[in-house]
């Protein structure tokens, strides 16, 4: 999932500054699991700035709303009925989603409340590690599902490097190396030739935004 | 030859070969360069110049390579990947080729955390691996990594390093025959201490007939004092200091630890020559290159030899 953190009180307190009516949207997918955005989450930051305001003599009237998802036009579409009530948008969401919103109500200013962090795994109730970089040329199958272009500090694609201490990363004890747990888990499998190979340089397709259009599927088109 | 560089011609005549180590300045006296060369000159058959070591910013790496080689030394031209995508790298290769320098030695380069811009983007759009495969291209098939002619392409000798007592250690060896597979020319070890462990791994790369395809330089710094073999146990990853050598240095009076330091190198040094596989010995006097004519001289490898 997309793990996302709230952003700083003061920050959102910061962005909201000047609008006296806002729409709060949650989304009901990613954050709320990672319990950064969703309908809880709403209510819980509807609440702290009511009452922030109010004690700056600057009352704030807080709508609060939390849609299936957000980076989805389908779900918004119960917002628009909604939204001319308000100054601006508050959202919840992820960055894709926030964005999405902003391109729905192209008049209206849309603020985020979250920092977007990563693409991760829920490791305990509240306690979420990333795991994926959306690199488009996944190498799993060769670092035996061990992403190293996530989980080594460099991005290594020929690791480890001269750094590895002991099991860990030279950045940081706590953080283990993931050449080393490569090269652990390959053996393990007798699949050390996975690695013996050297991979060539990576075609890098994350530096403009990218389109997916599955098989049998075209643009819509009128969006 | 594949570049005429001093290193390869003493390396591919049979030399036992002796390399230096130069840290570029923290601002712009080229002077300060020039200073720590003189120390090197005439005891050293080329000179790594470091690239933004442990990811503090110095004076550009090719820039001061230039500056020694005006002085009449050769440079070994160290890049690191982490501050260059491979456009930069290439044409900072160019470049450096255009100057009269010969020699390279392709790292990843220690994590921008450690330095003084830790806030830093690494770049790493390639990594070691991939600068040697690309060296190479460049200079055998005269080609970019983008596949576009050359006009008269950089002949470089082409280094790497290798540490063999990073973990795991069973893969090391397999990863230097990764570089050596990779287009690597000459190696440089990390600072050995644990000559043990050094030992193993140079027999393991002479059973897999790796030194018959690379020269192998064994990294060597002198220990200046006991604070120093701690602080290189405890603080530098993938550094193996062994118990016995911080007792040796404890074991001399203070003042003479510096010197018991050059006198453990010199033995070192002395076995390195002797060890099959070995083809010389990389020094790295970490801002002691003023110390570096006495360590050649009792470590009887001087003269230098001329190819």
């Not at chain 1, 002991?166 to 888990?185: L, T």
Request: proline share 5%; net charge neutral; glycine share 8%.
């Amino acid at each position: 999932m997309i793990v996302a953190k709230r952003k700083p009180f003061d920050e959102i307190k910061s962005l909201l500054k000047g609008y006296g009516k806002v729409l709060n949207v949650g989304c009901g997918t990613c954050v709320a699991v990672c319990l950064a955005g969703g309908e809880k989450e709403v209510a819980v930051l509807n609440a702290e700035l009511d009452m922030a305001r109010r004690l700056e003599d600057n009352p704030v009237e807080m709508g609060a709303i939390t849609v299936e998802r957000q980076c989805d036009m389908e779900y918004l579409e119960v917002l628009d009925s909604m939204v001319n009530e308000y100054d601006a948008l508050l959202s919840m969401a992820c960055g894709a989603g926030i964005q999405f919103l902003a391109e729905r109500y192209p008049e209206k200013p849309v603020l985020p409340a979250v920092d977007t962090t990563f693409i991760g795994v829920n490791r305990a109730v509240g306690w979420y590690e990333e795991r994926c970089r959306s690199c488009s040329s996944c190498v799993l199958g060769l670092t035996g599902g061990i992403c190293p272009v996530t989980m080594c500090a460099k991005g290594l694609y020929n690791g480890p490097c001269g750094g590895t201490n002991k099991g860990s990363c030279e950045i940081d004890k706590n953080q283990p190396c993931a050449w080393y747990m490569i090269y652990e888990r390959l053996k393990a499998q007798n699949r050390l030739d996975c690695i013996m190979e050297i991979t060539p340089p990576s075609d890098w397709q994350n530096q403009v935004p990218r389109t997916v259009i599955q098989p049998g599927y075209k643009k819509p088109e009128k969006v | 030859m594949k570049s005429g560089s001093n290193l390869e011609k003493v390396l591919t005549a049979g030399h036992f070969a002796f390399t230096g180590e130069l840290g570029p300045p923290r601002g712009t006296d080229a002077d300060e360069v020039r200073k720590k060369a003189s120390h090197l000159k005439g005891m050293v058959d080329a000179v790594n110049i470091t690239d933004n070591q442990t990811a503090v910013v110095r004076m550009a790496s090719w820039a001061a390579s230039i500056i020694i080689l005006q002085e009449g030394l050769e440079p070994n031209y160290q890049m690191v990947c982490r501050d260059r995508n491979r456009l930069a790298m290439q044409s900072d290769i160019l470049g450096a080729y255009a100057h009269g320098i010969r020699n390279m030695l392709c790292l990843s380069g220690d994590h921008q955390k450690f330095g003084d811009h830790p806030q830093a983007k690494g770049v790493f759009d390639i990594d070691s691996m991939q600068l040697i495969g690309m060296v190479k291209r460049m200079r055998d098939e005269g080609k970019f990594l983008g596949g576009t002619e050359i006009s008269h392409p950089p002949k470089i000798f082409i280094g790497a390093a290798a540490n063999p007592f990073a973990d795991p250690f069973e893969w090391r060896v397999h990863r230097l025959a990764k570089k050596i597979k990779a287009g690597v020319d000459f190696i440089q070890t990390q600072c050995i201490y644990n000559m043990e462990k050094f030992r193993t791994w140079v027999k393991q790369s002479n059973d897999m007939g790796l030194t018959e395809k690379v020269y192998l330089l064994a990294g060597v710094t002198p220990m200046k004092s006991v604070g120093m073999a701690k602080y290189m146990k405890n603080n530098v990853p993938g550094m193996d200091v062994p118990d016995e050598l911080i007792k040796r240095l404890q074991g001399v009076d203070k003042k003479m630890q510096a010197d018991e330091g050059i006198k453990i190198a010199c033995e070192q040094i002395d076995e390195f020559k002797q060890m099959k596989g070995v083809a010389g010995v990389h020094l790295m006097a970490i801002e002691w290159e003023h110390k570096v004519p006495e360590i050649a001289e009792r470590a009887k490898m001087l003269p230098r030899p001329i190819v």
